[in-house]
């Protein structure tokens, strides 16, 4: 399996500490960012992972982290020329996936139990086709994609909806098949005018291929000011 790290988009709800550098170069705690997920995909035991990151400071990742050779990775690199959503991002690293299943995170999400990510790896390698996302019961679930379960059925996912119909979070971790790229082919832009990922998984739902699993560690994301000093918290207190 694969690895893919998403580090691409502008950081508006960051600035000013985002002007002059991407956001997931930023400090959390102790390391940059981009030093977590990177981190989460080696304890899976994913070590061939490609950056997709933005125009403009592509660079900075090169001279940060090199090959990935001290950090016991194998690093690829490459662009996503316009924000245009989180699976148009994917899309970039199709010719890098070629054909493998793939493990895609984002690179602000955080995650205190790696280990759990790691089982649910290890569980996904062995099916034959589909896509596995990470749900986390959260506070403010209208701020993220919402899973919709009855069972162990997948039943819907709604992207920021205002009225979730759970507390169940889809967290920055996603699983695919090779027919992932296939699937983003197809999209139509959002309201938002970008290629959705719940798009993506409601596909796999909609075919009845789609698994789910429920994390019980802390996580957080890093794309506002307050869930960025969250992190720091969380990093702080894994670390130690």
């Known amino acids: ?44 035991g994913i070590t061939n992972i490609m950056i997709v990151s933005g125009r403009g400071h592509a660079g900075h990742f090169l001279d940060l982290l090199g090959s990935g050779k001290d950090l016991g990775a194998d690093l690829s690199y490459d662009i996503q020329e316009e ?19 793939i493990a895609v995170i984002l690179g602000d999400n955080i995650f205190s139990r790696v280990e ?14 589909g896509a596995k996302i990470f749900l ?10 919402v899973a919709e379960i009855a069972g162990e059925r997948m039943v819907s996912i709604m992207e920021k909806p205002k009225q979730p119909k759970s507390d169940l979070a889809v967290v920055g971790f996603y699983l695919y ?5 296939d699937v983003i082919r197809t999209l139509k832009p959002s309201a938002r005018g970008e290629l959705e990922i719940t798009d993506v998984n409601n596909w796999y739902v909609a075919n009845n291929i789609m698994t789910y699993q429920i ?26």
Not at 139 to 145: C, H, K, V, Y
Request: with cysteine.
């Open 1 to 44: 399996m694969k690895g893919i790290i998403l580090a691409g988009g502008t950081g508006t709800r960051l600035r000013p500490l985002t002007q002059v550098t991407n956001k997931h170069l930023l400090p959390v705690y102790n390391k940059p960012m981009i030093y977590y997920p990177l981190e989460a995909l080696k304890v899976c």
């Open 83 to 101: 924000a245009g959503g989180i699976a148009q991002a994917l899309s970039v690293a199709e010719d890098f996936a070629d054909g493998e299943q």
């Open 116 to 129: 759990e990510l790691r089982a649910g790896v290890e569980a996904f390698e062995a099916q034959a086709q």
């Open 136 to 145: 986390k019961s959260v506070l403010d679930a209208r701020r993220f994609g």
């Open 177 to 181: 098949d090779k027919q992932v790229f």
């Open 215 to 240: 994390i019980q560690g802390d996580w957080t994301d890093a794309g506002t000011f307050d869930s960025l000093l969250r992190a720091n918290m969380l990093a702080a207190g894994i670390q130690s």
